[in-house]
């Protein structure tokens, strides 16, 4: 069991910037590939960005590559995504998940690859 705690959401303005940490808790964090999904009202859950335990490979969206940057640090648990150049269509409830660390990274940008999921954070970027 894997509990995932979301924080650093919040109203900003167009251009500006946020970091979204997810703090996780339970069992080994390190062999999971933790994944960044968002959703905005009335759309589908959307991937974001993943990163691999090691740290070393990253995979975004295509339409935020440039813009956000997910990182994670192992020793604390912790998963970020700092957003920058924020736009008012990046307005969504933001979440962290976690899956299993041997899924490919073409599987693993789906929502259906995560077991775990913490309970969102919401981002507004006002214009």
């Known amino acids: 069991q894997v509990l995932l705690v979301e924080s650093g959401g919040g109203l900003v303005q167009a251009g500006g910037s946020l970091r979204l940490s997810c703090a996780a808790s339970g069992r080994t964090f390190s062999s999971y590939i933790m994944g960044w999904f968002r959703q905005a009202p009335g759309k589908e859950r959307e991937f974001v960005a993943l990163?691999?335990?090691?740290?070393?490979?990253?995979h975004y969206a295509d339409s935020l590559r440039g813009r956000f940057t997910i990182s994670r640090d192992n020793a604390k648990n912790t998963v970020y995504l700092q957003m920058n150049a924020l736009k008012p269509e990046d307005t969504a409830v933001y979440y962290c998940?976690?899956?299993?660390?041997?899924?490919?990274?073409?599987?693993?940008?789906?929502?259906?690859?995560?077991?775990?999921w913490g309970q969102g954070t919401q981002v507004t970027v006002s214009s």
């Open positions: 998940a976690a899956g299993d660390g041997t899924y490919s990274t073409s599987y693993a940008s789906a929502a259906a690859a995560y077991e775990y």
């Open positions: 990163i691999r335990y090691s740290g070393a490979t990253a």
